[in-house]
């Protein structure tokens, strides 16, 4: 490394398709980080996550799929871990992570439940550790260029925001852990539907105050497509639309509707285009490169980087999806959120 540190030790937990994803990035920045380790219980998993290593000439790491028994044995010799698992062991691998005094970058969504959030924020307060959320949005260059200009007043007050996003998930899911509520905890609104939850809360940047919801599994176990209709504190309108039952396709679009100003962007920060009052379209706004979520975890971590996706905005996609659902099992009747005067603690729901 040209600042002469050292390399920063990963333990990779989980070696599935998303991981493999992610590696393949990581390997291209060897200077900066040593995967010293995996945790993957699937041989088959495992088995796939070293042939990538195996094609770019390095050695893979050693697996140890017991977690307590890899953090016991050597997590003093882990710096970071990047959990990518399914959401059911989010809460209880990151928070072992931590308390081992582990930094953790987290796959999205951060957790099942507003109340596993809260409790993820009470063990990062307590191990003063870093957590960061695994979102493409919220870690891209585009949405944090999207986030400084909303909040800098250039586009006026947020009005209306719209987003949507589409996949052939059901056919693509059919057989896996996704479509497995105990597991995915949610359907497509909650899997790829995250990155649209978690995006459009960056963006607007506060709490919201009311949802109403409609959710239908189209005959399998989880929701496949979904529809809501939301109020921020402030006053601001959301509606959102997921459909994974499209066409083979996986794409989104996200509109922001200001007094001064109309801002695009997509779930996963794959554009930024800005119209201007008195402009007769969008514009492209230009934004620096990016690795990916690793390497700004990173930069998050040497503190180059203040941190784009904390678990506090995990919590507020959580409560928002804690009323999706209970919305949406009431036939889409409007559920108030009450959030206390601490901002990290959900009292109740009504």
């Known amino acids: ?23 393949r990035r990581i390997l291209q920045q060897q200077d900066t980080t040593q995967i010293v380790a995996a945790c993957e219980p699937s041989g088959q998993s495992y088995e796939d996550f070293c042939t990538i290593f195996e094609e770019v000439g390095a050695t893979p790491p050693p697996n140890e799929p017991n977690l307590e028994k890899l953090l016991q044995d050597r997590g003093d010799e882990i710096d970071a871990a990047f959990i990518i698992t399914p959401h059911v062991l989010h809460h209880d691998q990151a928070a072992a992570c931590l308390e081992a005094g582990i ?14 959030a809260e409790d993820l924020i009470a063990i990062r ?6 957590l960061v959320v695994s979102f493409n949005g919220s870690l891209s260059p585009q949405i944090r260029t999207a986030v400084k200009m909303l909040r800098s007043g250039a586009l006026g007050n947020i009005l209306n925001v719209h987003g949507v996003t589409w996949q052939s998930w059901k056919n693509g899911t059919m057989g896996t852990w996704r479509q497995n509520p105990v597991m995915s905890g949610g359907g497509f609104l ?16 506060e709490e919201y105050s009311e949802v109403a919801a409609w959710l239908d599994n189209r005959g399998t176990p989880v929701d496949i ?3 809501v209709m939301a109020r921020t504190v402030s006053g601001a ?49 230009r934004v620096p490169a990016s690795m990916g ?10 503190g180059r980087l203040v941190n784009p996706c904390p678990p506090e905005i995990g919590l507020r996609m959580a409560r928002l999806w804690d009323a999706i659902q209970m919305s949406a099992a ?12 601490t901002p990290e603690l959900t009292r109740a729901y009504s």
Do not use: Y
């Not at 990155?195 to 607007?204: A, E, G, I, K």
């Open 330 to 341: 009431q036939g889409g009747q409007p559920v108030k959120i009450l959030v206390s005067e």
């Open 293 to 302: 979520q690793w390497e700004q975890f990173l930069n998050v971590r040497a």
């Open 190 to 205: 909650f899997d790829t539907g995250a990155h649209l939850l978690n995006t459009v809360s960056d963006l607007v940047g």
């Open 237 to 285: 309108f959301i509606t959102l639309s997921a459909c994974g039952d499209a066409i083979k396709s996986c794409h989104s679009d996200v509109r922001v509707f200001c007094t001064e100003g109309i801002l695009r962007t997509g779930i996963w920060g794959e554009r930024l285009e800005v119209q201007r009052n008195g402009q007769e379209r969008l514009m492209p706004v």
């Open 225 to 227: 497509l979904g529809s």
């Open 103 to 116: 930094d953790v970058l987290l796959e999205k969504p951060m957790v099942m439940t507003a109340a596993e």
């Open 125 to 130: 307060d307590r191990t003063q550790r870093l």
């Open 1 to 23: 490394m040209s600042n002469g540190a050292q390399p920063v030790r990963l333990v990779m937990i989980g070696c599935g398709g998303m991981a493999r994803h992610h590696v």
